[in-house]
């Protein structure tokens, strides 16, 4: 299932007009994911270099947003006084969760861009998933703050959207102008993927009431709940390492270093495109598709239809810039 | 920004204590699941079978998988605790006119649109505000307050069934009865358990159709079904309840259908309420059932040989009380939650000796 094209004013022209004017035919805008690797991002396979990741998360940022310095890339995410919040993905502890280093490279970046430390909060479901996932939790408003929702709080209006009723945390509702979405490219057992829509189940007060029929269309309709469609801004996977068997939990016999990072302001491209990946993975280890293990991350296909319209599915549609 | 302030900041040197370890008081191995290879396991309560990756929880959300052991974060944690009329249960054959010390902990295995609890059964024990209380001092609480029952209520006692085992035991070692008001969406292993257990089981029929089950309660009716007849075979004593919502519950021909399945599978006797609905969580859209509504469901239920059908949440209607299915003289008297009069002698109909099924003194 794909996205149907919107009514452009190009389109109704056409439609309305008809042969008064001769319109040249325009291509629809492409939705573009940025992957940026280096193979010796790891040195001998420990933690990621960080001025190397840096330098990867750059090359990211500039083939996506398509300027020359990375400061005036992040300046297109953010603006000096927005609270951005960095929705980190620590359920699996480490080995699976968000790397410290590149949220690190991140906050680094935003700086230059004019974002106060104050003004940078780190964030996931609990504070002890953000503890095993590298990060220490602190409330102080002087400095970056790394806080679970089960700390903050969840607000307290029920939020709706088709299938999916949820309290949203007041990080994202209350304290965050901007949210950047920091998933993991990995498998996961229930839902097939767990990348940029799965990601935000993290915002919510109940996921675990969204995880049967493989997350369809559980996943796409709560990323449709208004604070979230309206606040994330930008999603970058961590793809250092990749897992494309057994997740969410860490496996490394099903984990491979993928030495790099996507990027795309369309999360439903960068989920397309990072299934792709995953299944070519599993593929060459002469595993089954997700589909044929009845975990087909259908979700992905509902965000982009008619109704949900987060981005984009189709592959004609999406350009993969990679350097 | 300095990447070692960031450090010193943010990113931790060496893992917490999680602090998870402060509710250790709350959590015990669950009963009933299976270990899988990878530190999987797989629930085996209730029959959904969720299977539950390592640090993850099931549907339930008050389940626990941590490093393939399987664990409740829900035994003695108690979110909700009052002392109610047996007849808010509802019970009505079930120690009439005595007060039940409830309780209810955060969870639940199903998620109805119309839950009028959701506030705790949709939430996790962490995100609600909950207290330390034993079966030992539960049981010893009961009797404080002079409550002949323990009512495991308000959210689903399926999801706390360790709690419910234990308490159960404490307090019949007290002389303190015990009663589940459940969904009753629960394998039959566990359910029989329960059985040997408690002495009375209400259940949420929350409708006569799977559709219902599936879009409203995001649950199964066959399971549900197969619990009552779980129930009535383990002899434990068994009252239903059946949530009347507008337009989506309340056929003829779906309350001619329970009629039916009710008689045929449980018998005549089986008390079944029919409560009315009020909008509420993600049901707000509907009415409050239309009395008229519950009153002809009666009537089919009546029509098809059904003993003792009720309708609830109307107060001060008549058909809250008991009628003797023979001499059809009141035996227990009814107003709202309030037991005017009962005229029962031993369980049997003081104008006409007909018995009347029920746990009638405690």
Request: proline share 7%; hydrophobic share 40%.
């Amino acid at each position: 299932m794909h996205r149907k094209a919107g009514t452009s004013r190009r389109n109704l022209l056409r439609v309305c007009v008809g042969g008064a004017l001769s319109l040249d035919a325009a291509p629809p805008e492409k939705s573009k994911v940025a992957i940026a690797r280096d193979p010796r991002i790891r040195p001998a396979g420990g933690a990621p270099d960080s001025a190397r990741l840096l330098k990867v998360l750059d090359r990211a940022m500039q083939l996506l947003y398509g300027l020359d310095s990375p400061a005036e890339c992040w300046r297109q995410v953010a603006r000096p006084g927005e609270v951005v919040g960095l929705k980190v993905n620590c359920l699996s502890g480490k080995g699976a969760s968000t790397s410290t280093v590149l949220v690190e490279a991140i906050c680094e970046r935003l700086a230059e861009a004019g974002i106060a430390q104050s003004d940078i909060v780190i964030w996931d479901r609990l504070n002890s998933d953000l503890e095993s996932g590298g990060f220490r939790v602190t409330s102080r408003k002087d400095k970056i703050r790394a806080i679970g929702n089960d700390e903050a709080g969840y607000y307290p209006e029920l939020s709706v959207y088709g299938s999916v009723g949820s309290l949203v945390s007041n990080t994202l509702v209350k304290t965050c102008h901007a949210i950047i979405n920091l998933p993991v490219l990995k498998d996961h057992g229930i839902v097939g993927v767990t990348l940029a829509l799965k990601n935000l189940f993290g915002a919510i007060h109940n996921p675990n009431k969204y995880h049967i029929d493989a997350g369809d269309p559980y996943v796409a309709d709560a990323f449709m709940l208004p604070p979230i469609r309206q606040k994330v801004r930008l999603t970058i996977c961590d793809a250092i390492t990749a897992q494309y068997e057994g997740g969410p939990s860490y496996m490394p016999q099903w984990s491979w270093p993928f030495n790099g990072v996507m990027a795309s302001r369309d999360p439903v491209a960068l989920d397309y495109t990072g299934w792709q990946i995953i299944e070519k993975k599993r593929a060459e280890k002469g595993m089954k598709t997700l589909r044929d293990v009845k975990r087909e991350p259908a979700y992905i296909a509902r965000a982009a239809d008619a109704q949900h319209k987060l981005g984009t599915n189709d592959p004609r549609l999406i350009e993969v810039l990679e350097a | 920004m300095d990447r070692r302030a960031f450090l010193q900041t943010v990113a931790l040197p060496c893992l917490a204590a999680s602090a998870a370890e402060s509710d250790a008081r709350f959590i015990v191995e669950a009963r009933f699941y299976e270990k899988l290879p990878y530190r999987k396991i797989r629930c085996k309560l209730c029959p959904r079978e969720c299977v539950i990756d390592d640090r993850e929880r099931g549907y339930c959300g008050v389940r626990e998988n941590r490093g393939g052991k399987y664990y409740s974060l829900v035994h003695s944690r108690v979110c909700a605790a009052h002392i109610d009329p047996i007849e808010k249960k509802p019970f009505f054959h079930f120690a009439p006119g005595t007060m039940a010390f409830s309780v209810g902990t955060a969870g639940c295995n199903v998620n109805c649109k119309m839950c009028q609890n959701w506030e705790i059964s949709q939430f996790r024990p962490e995100q609600v505000t909950s207290d330390y209380l034993p079966p030992a001092k539960l049981a010893a609480m009961a009797q404080q307050y002079r409550c002949p029952s323990i009512a495991y209520t308000y959210s689903e006692p399926v999801v706390f069934c360790e709690y419910v085992l234990d308490a159960a035991e404490a307090g019949h070692a007290v002389g303190v009865k015990s009663a589940v008001v459940s969904g009753g969406y629960m394998q039959t292993d566990p359910l029989k358990e329960l059985c040997r257990h408690v002495d009375a089981i209400k259940v949420d029929l929350k409708a006569f159709s799977e559709k219902f089950y599936k879009e409203v309660v995001n649950g199964e009716l066959k399971p549900v079904l197969n619990a009552l007849a779980t129930i009535r075979k383990q002899g434990t004593w068994n009252e239903i309840v059946y949530l009347v919502v507008p337009t989506l519950n309340d056929s003829d021909a779906e309350f001619k259908a329970l009629a039916q399945w009710v008689k045929a599978e449980l018998g005549p006797d089986v008390p079944l309420h029919f409560s009315r609905f009020h909008p509420e969580y993600l049901l707000k859209n509907l009415p409050p059932t239309p009395v008229p509504t519950l009153e002809r469901a009666k009537a089919i239920c009546d029509a098809e040989g059904l003993h003792y059908v009720y309708i609830g949440n109307v107060p001060g209607h008549p058909a809250e009380s008991t009628y003797c299915p023979k001499c059809r003289r009141a035996v227990v008297e009814r107003a709202g939650y309030t037991v005017k009069a009962m005229h029962l002698n031993r369980g049997k109909c003081q104008n006409c000796r007909q018995p009347i099924p029920g746990i009638w003194e405690v």
